[in-house]
């Protein structure tokens, strides 16, 4: 037999339930209403040979009505060789198609691929709706005046990151793609924490029109007079705007992170022409666009974004180093950025 010739193949669903319910036909056209009748019959031959042939267990899995999942191949072959022995032994015809068990299978095959190519359709749409969210095609305009002083986001930045957020927190990850559910997640995650950060860190900007900036306390103190509170301020000022740095780094990482996910397990062309995710970056020695990724170590974990806290630290580290006097806490912006060149997080 061909399958083409079973004129099942054009009406094959995408649904687990769909193929359960023809094993649900097999076991009516085989003389049992129900898979407990029929489990029930069997039990009562007087021979363990038919206990153990058509065992309730089998029946279960494959007829369950929580079931979810498409049976194995092997509890479906399972399942229509009893069938078709119980058929016969009890006079029960049963035409050809329902006594070929490779067209079960394939009919199994089937079912699964299909599941498989609309959970591949439903994945590539969010990847499109998130890539339009978050304008990769626009990313390096987007962040462009964010790490150039006075440091923060253009109201539209804010915006367009709050409902990219919003939008990530509500819908439905492809499971069924582990690696780009994964990344997803974690993009999301680094999304959240910025935002977090930011609404509680920030204020209208004098300086920029629809802008925020990251607060700065120590305006509020004179040099002079208020040394040691100028010089607190200035310090968690600094703090501030280095871990702003960290977490739009880690937010370029992740997005790029994705994308190489995306390009792994739904689509190899996936911007494979428009390369890699940047940020332009100000210091004193110039302004400088640069580009974010996971290390291979990182890349390798499930979530490779270490936490709010984690960076944190890092920062906190990084101050202590790099401002151990009064003289260089005054130099405040002078290296909030390192030396230009492509950054592996």
């Not at 153990?52 to 279960?60: C, G």
């Not at 060789?81 to 049963?94: H, K, S, V």
């Not at 969010?126 to 390096?140: A, F, H, N, P, R």
């Not at 494979?272 to 940020?279: H, Y």
Request: aromatic share 12%.
């Amino acid at each position: 037999m061909t399958t083409q010739e079973t004129g099942e193949s054009d009406d094959v669903q995408a649904d687990p339930q769909w193929f359960v319910a023809q094993l649900r036909r097999l076991l009516i056209a085989c003389g049992a209403g129900t898979a407990s009748k029929l489990a029930a019959r069997m039990k009562k031959k007087p021979h363990k040979y038919y206990e153990e042939r058509m065992p309730h267990s089998t029946i279960s899995n494959a007829l369950s009505p929580l079931r979810q999942d498409l049976p194995s191949s092997e509890v479906t072959r399972r399942f229509v060789t009893c069938c078709i022995e119980y058929a016969d032994d009890n006079g029960f015809p049963l035409t050809l198609q329902d006594r070929d068990i490779e067209r079960w299978l394939w009919l199994l095959s089937r079912v699964d691929e299909e599941i498989k190519e609309v959970a591949h359709q439903a994945a590539v749409e969010l990847v499109v709706k998130w890539s339009e969210l978050i304008g990769l095609d626009t990313w390096k305009g987007t962040f462009q005046k964010c790490l150039m002083p006075p440091f923060g986001l253009p109201f539209a930045t804010q915006d367009r990151l709050g409902a990219t957020l919003r939008w990530m927190i509500e819908a439905d990850w492809p499971e069924q793609f582990p690696k780009v559910s994964n990344a997803f997640k974690n993009f999301r995650d680094v999304l959240d924490d910025l935002l977090d950060f930011f609404v509680h860190q920030s204020f209208f900007s004098s300086a920029a029109e629809e802008f925020y900036e990251i607060r700065d306390d120590s305006r509020r103190y004179h040099p002079g007079s208020d040394k040691e509170k100028f010089h607190q301020a200035e310090r968690e000022y600094i703090q501030n705007v280095w871990f702003f740095q960290g977490l739009l780094q880690e937010v370029n990482a992740a997005a790029n992170h994705v994308c190489d996910m995306v390009r792994t397990e739904l689509d190899s062309s996936f911007r494979a022409k428009s390369g890699l995710l940047t940020l332009t970056h100000y210091s004193d020695d110039g302004i400088f666009t640069r580009r974010w990724t996971y290390s291979a170590d990182l890349r390798g974990r499930v979530h490779p974004y270490g936490g709010a806290t984690a960076l944190r630290e890092e920062v906190l580290e990084s101050v202590r180093a790099a401002f151990a006097t009064d003289a260089q806490i005054a130099r405040r912006q002078a290296r909030v950025v390192d030396q230009p060149g492509e950054q592996v997080i």
